[in-house]
């Protein structure tokens, strides 16, 4: 989970281009971002019967490896790595 984790550190370049812009179209880029890494990320794993999370049982989930659901936390965590990953 580190690396998968780990990989937010590749938001700081996007973070430094959007500054600028609103709060809801950071959040939301940075929601599908984190949204895309944890869908291939999960496929990938699940193929080789690897993926630590199973969201199946979840109402929203699509395909057990994301949950729809979840948007309103990535929203807030990639603002919170914005803030973690700006260096000014």
Known sequence: MFP???MAACLSPLCKRLKSRNTLLRGGIY???IYSAEYVS???LKKYNAC???YSKAKFN???VIRLDYAPAWF???L???KILSVE
């Open 4 to 6: 998968i984790y780990g």
């Open 80 to 82: 919170i790595f914005e």
């Open 52 to 54: 630590p999370w199973d």
């Open 31 to 33: 929601a599908i971002l």
């Open 42 to 44: 999960g496929i990938l």
């Open 76 to 78: 807030l965590a990639g």
């Open 62 to 64: 699509y395909k057990g």
